[in-house]
Nanobody, 123 residues
Framework: QVQLVESGGGLVQAGASLRLSCATS????????MGWFHQAPGKEREFVAA????????YYADSVKGRFTISRDNAKNTVYLQMNRLKPEDTAVYYC????????????????WGQGTQVTVSS
């Protein structure tokens, strides 16, 4: 059973914006921190951004700081990743994840994963 469902990926030109969404159940959304990871072909899955359960703390990979914003909508059980000023190197499959995430940037700390959404940025 799919617990996390991502949407919003697509093909855009460099400099454009996209907003990814991740919808989940109330149980998961009210229990865990939520994160976004991405994986480019031939590379490891890497941390992008995360937000704590309270929504008061957010974390970003250095490569996306100042360009990406993570947020959560408690009424919709949905977490968002607003991606601005996209670069070709942002091209990857983006995965939503949920977990207690004591180590917020470690993919091993996340128990639930979505199926991913492709983001392609052309130069």
């Amino acid at each position: 059973q799919v617990q996390l469902v991502e949407s919003g990926g697509g093909l855009v030109q460099a400099g454009a914006s996209l907003r990814l969404s991740c919808a989940t159940s109330r149980r998961i959304f009210s229990t865990y921190a939520m994160g976004w990871f991405h994986q480019a072909p031939g590379k490891e899955r890497e941390f992008v951004a995360a937000i704590r359960l309270s929504g008061g703390s957010t974390y970003y990979a250095d490569s996306v700081k100042g360009r990406f914003t993570i947020s959560r909508d408690n009424a919709k059980n949905t977490v968002y990743l607003q991606m601005n000023r996209l670069k070709p190197e942002d091209t990857a499959v983006y995965y939503c994840a949920a977990g207690y995430a004591v180590l917020i940037a470690s993919r091993n700390e996340y128990n639930y994963w979505g199926q991913g959404t492709q983001v392609t940025v052309s130069s």
